[in-house]
């Protein structure tokens, strides 16, 4: 299993923006006020250089540890700076209980408790995601559970949980398909966007795209299926494809999620989708391919909807 509070993550490689978006002030008032922090709960740490401290608990368990920066860094540059010390405190209160006391129990009841989850899979070590199905490239879909805002994923259900992936993988699906969530609108040049949220799985969503299109946005089997992006963990981007709109959607959309997954606590993929009778499709080519712009799934939906109108 891998455990880590909602504002931890792995430590980037050696990146000069390791605690982007904040300036190389605000990162370095950062790292103090982690050092000093970590201090107080008799955690000895140094900073990497690289967004993370390097914890030596002085008590058991005894090893080092990694405590990533990177999201916390996001969720404080968002804030008024005297609000940091607070927000530091409290992330080091719930890290040093996790470093003393270790991960949450299993869950007594894997059948009410397990939630499916996406998780980034370059995040992981390798020897962890064999068996975890890829949901969209770069996303896995792994079993978890949350504790007082710790997730703690399955990635060995059966050793962990004593269940097979198929068993974990559909209480997860299940459950989450029963969560509740909020739907606000982004509008502009006449197109309209769904913004996802209210939780923190609200990206875990588009597992069960089709109970969120139902139940959520009140939409049955929408003929051209939609435009999707998982950007954050507790955002999900949905427009329900009627017409040739879907080209501004597709503007809107990238916008907001390139500036979610820069920005916000939990990125997960800055990638558009098409969702639809075929399963998933990227929406555009990506950044790095020889002939960037609209992907070929893209450019047949358009002629269609052309012809259709």
Do not use: C
């Not at 430590?11 to 006020?33: C, D, K, M, Q, T």
């Not at 909020?182 to 597992?207: I, K, M, N, P, W």
């Not at 795209?209 to 963990?233: H, K």
């Not at 075929?278 to 929406?283: R, S």
């Amino acid at each position: 299993m891998i455990t880590h509070d909602d504002s931890t993550e792995r430590a980037l490689g050696n990146e000069p923006e390791a605690l982007a978006p904040l300036s190389r002030a605000e990162a370095a008032h950062l790292v103090r006020l982690s050092l000093e922090a970590a201090a107080r709960h008799a955690l000895p740490a140094r900073y990497d250089g690289a967004g993370a401290l390097v914890l030596h608990p002085d008590s058991p368990p005894s090893g080092r540890f990694e405590a990533g920066l990177t999201n916390l860094a996001r969720i404080v540059a968002g804030q008024r700076p005297d609000h940091w010390p607070r927000l530091v405190g409290e992330h080091f209160d719930r890290l040093a209980h996790a470093v003393r006391h270790g991960p949450p129990p299993a869950p007594a009841d894997p059948r009410r408790e397990l939630l499916q989850r996406l998780a980034v899979k370059d995040s992981l070590e390798p020897r962890l995601t064999s068996s975890a199905p890829e949901f969209v490239p770069g996303l896995l879909s792994v079993p978890a559970t949350t504790t007082d805002g710790t997730i703690t994923m399955y990635l060995d259900p059966e050793t962990d949980l004593g269940l097979s992936w198929a068993a974990a993988e559909s209480y997860g699906l299940r459950n989450l398909r029963s969560l509740t969530d909020t739907v606000t609108y982004a509008e502009h040049d006449g197109t309209r966007v769904a913004l996802v949220t209210g939780h923190d799985f609200a990206a875990s969503r588009a597992l069960v795209l089709d109970t969120v299109l139902r139940e959520s946005l009140q939409i049955e089997n929408p003929r051209y299926g939609v435009l999707a992006a998982m950007p954050v963990r507790n955002l999900l981007l949905v427009h329900v494809i009627a017409d040739l709109s879907v080209i501004p959607a597709l503007g809107l959309m990238l916008n907001l999620a390139g500036r979610s997954y820069a920005t916000d606590p939990g990125p997960l993929s800055p990638w558009i989708y098409l969702a639809g009778r075929n399963g998933w499709q990227p929406a555009t080519r990506p950044l790095g391919d020889s002939a960037p712009g609209l992907s070929s799934p893209f450019v047949d939906l358009l002629h269609q909807l052309d012809q259709a109108s």
